[in-house]
């Protein structure tokens, strides 16, 4: 029999599932990223490759351009999933996702090449940012997890880093890592 205290607790649970998912998403896969990008455009280049894209000389905006024009000094850290994204699909610095840049189909699982992983990062991005609710069980968490992580391990292989570099970084997201680094954080705060 279910207790008002064990609901509880389970909603809390489903919600810790919920902040999990948003800084996986909005700190490592988009760490992801900033790592490609370093690796393929290095920030002294980005600002003159920009201005002689015929697409990104005409289509960014005015913030986007004060943004590019920061990465000499901010490195990639102040550049959005979405910039990032412009950035690598018109400066051409991976090869293309087997579908093509901005499917709205998701790439299947047999489709793993880095412009594939590419495509799943704004995917499941945009679909975990975009949601209706909150409310992520243990079973979901799990599962996007693993999807997070076979992306962490291929970006490995492709950047040439050092095997569950990256990969750890997820997975230092798991309840009982994840609880720890909170308590740390919030016992610092008080």
Known sequence: MATAGS?????GKIKTNYARLGHAVQDELQNLLRELLVFKEPPHL????????????KNLRPHEWAVIQGVQT????NVDVSLMYKIIRNLNLVPPPT?????Q?????????IGDDIERIRHRRNEIVHRGNTKVDNSELANYFLLFKDIAGRFEMYLCKQNQELVSRISTLKPAVWMKKRKRCISKDY
Request: charged content about 10%; overall charge negative.
């Open 99 to 103: 579908r093509g840049w901005d499917n």
């Open 7 to 11: 609901t509880g607790n389970n909603t």
């Open 105 to 113: 189909i998701h790439p299947m699982v047999s489709e793993i090449t």
């Open 46 to 57: 980005l600002d003159g490759h920009v201005h002689a894209n015929q697409y990104l000389s």
């Open 74 to 77: 901010n490195l990639y850290n």
